[in-house]
């Protein structure tokens, strides 16, 4: 029969406590195993090894380091298209932007840039108070063309390093347009590192430099920079 408060009570004021079923017990320890690994497998990192990477570029790059501050929503609300673009294939649209980072989202960044041999980098680390979602696109969305009176261009997903633990994505963006009635053609690598509530990105374009014709983008020095800057904030050897 059920154990009366009365009972229970005489049972504590004695010293003895009633016994917990074995099923109980078992399963207090199991739901204190799950909250330990829970914990475990958190990821941290410290987005300020973000500067540790200037010894990344050798002395013909001219280096920027920007510390760590607050996410701007603006900064990082990235680019869309204009209105009156077609995409195909047609349900692909929502992958040809730049990814964005949600305008609730709280958090710090740092960032680093180094422009040399004809190439600009740049690498920014996000630290959030919630992991953001990973927007991989489909298989059919992997090339994706993009048209409009005034231009016209390419989203292509490209291969990304392998890092442990780590969701990567790589994207590579041409645009052909005109401008004061000479065609011009811009081209951006971008590639992300997504890990809890980290995320690094780097971006590698060409430089135009007057009188110089335009360098191929380095993007194995990208691939290898992605790979540095998430050991260098996670403390790791890469």
Known sequence: PPTSGGSIVAERRSGRLPSVPRSATLLIVAAAALLAACSSDEQTADITKLSDLKSFFGPEYHITDIPKT??????????????????????CGKFAATPQVPSDVKGNMAALTAEGNGNRFITIALETNEPIEVTEPTDECKKITFSSEAMHGVVESVPTPQIDGVHTLGVHRTLDFTKNGKPQTGE???????????????????????DKPVAPVDTKRAEDLLKAAVAAIRGTSG
């Open 70 to 91: 607050g996410i701007n929503p603006r900064a990082m609300s990235g680019q869309k298209l204009p209105e009156g673009v077609t995409f195909e294939p047609p349900d």
């Open 188 to 210: 951006l690598y971008s590639y992300r590192a997504y890990f809890g509530k980290y995320q690094v990105m780097v971006t590698a374009n060409p430089m135009v430099v007057p």
